[in-house]
């Protein structure tokens, strides 16, 4: 198992600044995500691991050791794909088998630890098919036992369970975690899905742009999002942002007043849609459209700062479209960012009109 | 394979309406080939076949029906042996050197380098089959010329201080014919190979290098199989064309010195033209069209294209 730094990792492709210099940390053992939408250098940072791709500049340490010059055939690393990149013309047991042969593994054991990767991830019965006979659920087990056969230091996940269905993508989720759990490997899970980080990382790095926005565990990123762009991107549905100018304790947003906290000047307040509650008193407005999503239900209420997303518990719907209704709100779950420098303010907070 | 069988055969029947539908759809598609096939394959085959049961010489004029031609093949041409066991020769010579490996070669290093270079250095390579057989084999003639002035002497002088110019038209003939033809004929390889490497996803050489496999392992192990059919492909087809094409041959050697570079196709073409004996070039070429027939169906089941027709057997994704 393996520490791994980033110190000052950058990468151009050619003109193009993917990377402009990237510091991190991950521990021994840890299971961390990189979050971010297309094009914001997570798979780009994972290529570079994997000693696909060297980095343009700065230093990649392995347990204190600069590895920037090791080939990728030398870093003991496993990864699985979005497309599980299964060698087509091998059986499952060759693919799994694939990585042991550069290793000098004797056939006896070489046969013991495909047998054992394949039970592990439950594939045990499929040792003689072609990937093109395996169902995508199927494909991705065997692309892990692969990864997990040579019993790597890392472990990559690009995407991994993208290209699943929805029923096996949650179960996938928590056979991986345990997996990763038992195995104790240090693992990087790239990913664009929000619930995906949330749910299977210790620690979420949330990236935009190639540079990194945040780092925490999912409640931080939750609860005390560090800017604008985290809040925006965690979180289903999305967080409602609505502009507003604050002053002498007050913030005008759309002409309507709200009393803040240690909030100044031109600034963003945010709201969760579960964090919002229709209450006795506090922001009017009138239920525009209302839609069940299962556990919750989630009311688009149309009022004076626009549409706003509330989301209540129970399957049930207890408010009708067309309803008259108040929003209220625990204001120390409010978030306030300074609308310039998209950063959260902290300490600031708003309360529901009165 | 009955299985595939029945189901193509229970598409096929249906109500009456389709059936129509489906014979329309057969001529539309299938008709323009055979046609083709009937005016420039089936017709002509049967024309030399006649021919060769007649005794048409010089003069053009049938005078009566024979046998005499099969007979001289059988019996009286000493010289057929030798001209079959140098076509053998030719054939899979040029084709193990040049049309499969060294074609591999092209296509593996030119897709290994930059796009531009690679690209470049194909369409260097392809610029002989672009530009008319005469142009490229008066090249060939200036390059071998047995002078210090033909290139290979240049070099061979210049660079390696040969104390005397080599004439290699005469002291290695085969060796030019299959050298002057497999540069040429690597081309149409280098590009169904490189079009095929292009194909193989990228993560599977990513996959297979953090999987521990060097650059020879991953041409083994991840390029070659993904090649499978194309080198099938390029196998069948270029043995059929090197056993029929003789054209470069006959501008660079005419068929000399004497014999030595005469090709079964080049061996019907002498006999018929230059020596007047239609009759008996009819009947040698029903012999070269028995085995290109020979030869293909062989390929076809050695390298069981009948997989190639066969319906994949599950949906991926």
Known sequence: ?354 | MSAIADDLRRERAGPGRQRNRRRANFVIFLGPAIVLTILFFVIPVIIDVVVSFTDMGRSLQITGFTTEQYEKIFGGDRRLVQVIGLTLLYVFATLAIFNLTFALVLALVTTATNRMTGNFFRGVWLLPRMSPSVLYILLWVWVINPSEFGLLNQILMSVLGLETPIDPLNEAPVMLIIIANGFIGASMGMIIFTSAIRAIPEHLFHAARVDGAGSMAIIRHITLPALRWPISFVTIYQTLSLLVSFEYILLLTEGGPFYDTTVYALYIFRRAFDTGQYAYGAALAVFIIALGVFFALLGWRFFDMQKLLQRPRIEVQ
Do not use: W
């Open chain 1, 1 to 354: 198992m393996a520490r791994i730094e980033f110190r000052n990792i950058a990468k151009r492709f050619g003109d193009v600044e993917v990377i402009p210099g990237m510091d991190l940390d991950i521990a021994d053992g840890e299971f961390v995500a990189l979050l971010g939408p297309s094009g914001c250098g997570k798979s780009t940072s994972l290529l570079i691991l994997a000693g696909i791709y060297l980095p343009s500049g700065g230093d990649l340490l392995f347990d204190g050791h600069v590895v920037n010059d090791v080939e990728a055939k030398d870093r003991n690393v496993g990864i699985v794909f979005q497309s599980y990149a299964l060698y087509p013309h091998m059986t499952v047991r060759d693919n799994i088998m694939f990585p042991l042969r550069f290793k000098k593994t004797p056939r006896d054991e070489a046969i013991r630890r495909v047998n054992d990767a394949a039970a592990l991830v439950q594939v045990g019965e499929l040792l003689d098919r072609k990937p093109s006979e395996l169902s995508g659920g199927q494909q991705q087990r065997v692309a892990l036992a692969r990864a997990l056969v040579k019993q790597p230091q890392l472990l990559l996940l690009d995407e991994p369970l993208s290209n699943l269905d929805a029923t096996l993508r949650l179960s996938m989720r928590t056979e991986i975690k345990s997996l990763q759990d038992e195995l104790g490997v240090t693992t990087i899970l790239v990913t664009h899905d929000q619930i995906e980080a949330t749910t299977m990382a210790d620690r979420i790095i949330c990236m935009r742009a190639g540079r990194i926005e945040q780092i925490g565990t999912p409640d931080d990123l939750y609860d005390r999002p560090s800017s604008l762009f985290v809040a925006g991107f965690i979180g289903s549905p999305p967080i409602n942002l609505v502009h507003g100018a604050a002053a002498n304790n007050t913030v005008d947003v759309a002409g309507v007043p709200f009393p803040a906290d240690g909030a100044n000047g031109s600034i963003t307040v945010g709201l969760r849609p579960e964090h919002l509650v229709f209450a006795e008193a506090g922001l009017p407005g009138r239920i525009a459209q209302i839609e069940p999503m299962g556990r919750e239900v989630l009311y688009v209420v149309s009022t004076d700062i626009g549409y706003v997303r509330v989301l209540e518990q129970g399957s049930v719907a207890g408010h009708a479209a067309g309803e008259k209704v108040q929003i209220g709100f625990d204001p120390a779950k409010s978030l306030v960012f300074d609308a310039t420098t998209e950063k959260l303010i902290d300490g600031a907070h708003v309360r529901p009109p009165a």
